[in-house]
């Protein structure tokens, strides 16, 4: 797969992506992905890419040509034309699940806007989608347009190491992970939990499909509405609830004889 770019600061874009899991896969030839410089396509002798809005409203503008032009550019080094995603909080937020869609197309290209905000025409013209991070305001699509070349390229096909399963990751199936422990076994005062040494695989898949579930529903109850739960499921969270119910039971009778 094939990310494009385009920004008013392709250096600090091609620096980030230089580096870990990407940057590896970048040079063992399994993603490309390229930076450009949206000022390089301004007709304007002084470089400039932004402008006054008109209706008048505070700040400036980046104009329609420039990015028009530019985006010319990226398409005559492709067969097709890309998959083009404009970095925005107005944009649908970003999930596991579009990011696995998007890791399947041949090209994307991720448009940066900056300033207060980019000419409507030539998003009208070339842009096929929206992208936010999340429900806050960046200063410019960089950062985010960054986050969705990482998370959409470590799942591009061959990038991951072959022992790198993120069909067990945090957002795969609708709940959170596992927690996970390595050596040594005892640290601080600390141990591990017994049935990851007992080497009974099956015991310790139910014992780590448990705590996914417990995980989640006491840091992400609200992802359970949407997950794909069996009968044992429902009924091991039910437990949960009743576990948890006496407890606070407990607490409260407790603060009342100490009253
Ligand atoms: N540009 C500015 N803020 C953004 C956000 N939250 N997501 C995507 N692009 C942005």
Redesign the pocket.
């Known amino acids: 797969m094939r990310i494009s770019i385009m920004t008013l600061f392709p250096e600090m874009c091609e620096r980030v992506m230089e580096e870990s899991i990407i940057g590896r896969a970048r040079r063992a030839g399994k993603l490309q992905a390229d930076c450009w410089q949206i000022r390089d396509y301004t007709l304007d002798k002084f470089g400039r890419v932004d402008d006054t809005p008109y209706g008048g409203g505070m700040g400036m503008l980046l104009q329609a040509d420039p990015i028009y032009r530019c985006y010319e550019a990226v398409c005559q080094t492709a067969e097709k034309r890309p998959h083009v995603i404009f970095?925005?909080?107005q944009?649908k937020t970003l999930t596991q699940d579009r990011a696995f869609q998007l890791s399947r197309k041949e090209h994307l290209l991720l448009v940066c806007?900056h300033y207060e905000g980019v000419d409507q025409r030539v998003l009208d013209e070339i842009v096929d989608e929206e992208?936010?991070?999340?429900?806050?305001?960046?200063?410019?699509?960089e950062l985010?347009a960054l986050v969705v070349a990482d998370c959409v390229g470590r799942l591009c096909p061959g990038v991951l190491s072959d022992h790198t399963c993120f069909t067990e990751e945090s957002h795969w199936n609708g709940l959170l992970e596992y927690p996970q422990y390595t050596r040594p076994a005892q640290w601080h005062d600390q141990g591990i939990p017994e049935v990851l040494l007992s080497g009974h695989h099956k015991n310790i898949e139910a014992w780590r499909h448990q705590r996914a579930l417990e995980n989640t529903w006491r840091k992400r109850p609200e992802m359970l509405e949407h997950a794909n739960l069996s009968e044992a499921d429902l009924k091991f969270l039910k437990e949960l609830e009743q576990g948890e119910q006496i407890c606070s039971q407990e607490d409260s009778s407790n603060e009342e004889n100490l009253a």
Do not use: F, R
Not at 136 to 141: F, K, Q
């Open positions: 970095m925005s909080p944009g806007g992208l936010s991070i999340g429900d806050y305001v960046l200063t410019g699509g985010a």
